[in-house]
């Protein structure tokens, strides 16, 4: 489906608002006491595409402190930085 220019914008809030929602309520949090349904204006490979982003934050978010060092591809120097700015909790 080919979405014309002046609509990507508006396309990208509606993905993106059914996002936080499908990701909240995965992570146990709904802001609705309804499933976070899909827009049908979005192109269903899109709503599989955000499923499976959602999902993949969603893991990552419950599981954080499975992430051992280097699992998250950057250099030993850089993620002892940034562990130090973000202030990660140590095992």
Not at 73 to 82: D, F, M, P, Q
Request: contains cysteine.
């Amino acid at each position: 489906m080919d979405i014309p220019s002046h609509w990507q914008l508006c396309m990208s809030d509606i993905i993106v608002e059914y996002m936080v929602n499908q990701f909240l309520e995965t992570i146990g949090q709904p802001t609705r006491p309804t499933p976070a349904l899909p827009n049908t204006s979005i192109p269903l490979s899109a709503v599989f595409e955000a499923d499976r982003i959602v999902w993949s934050m969603a893991k990552a978010y419950q599981n954080q402190k499975a992430l051992g060092l280097n699992e998250s591809s950057t250099n030993e120097a850089r993620e002892k930085a940034l562990k130090e700015r973000f202030l990660v909790e140590k095992d």
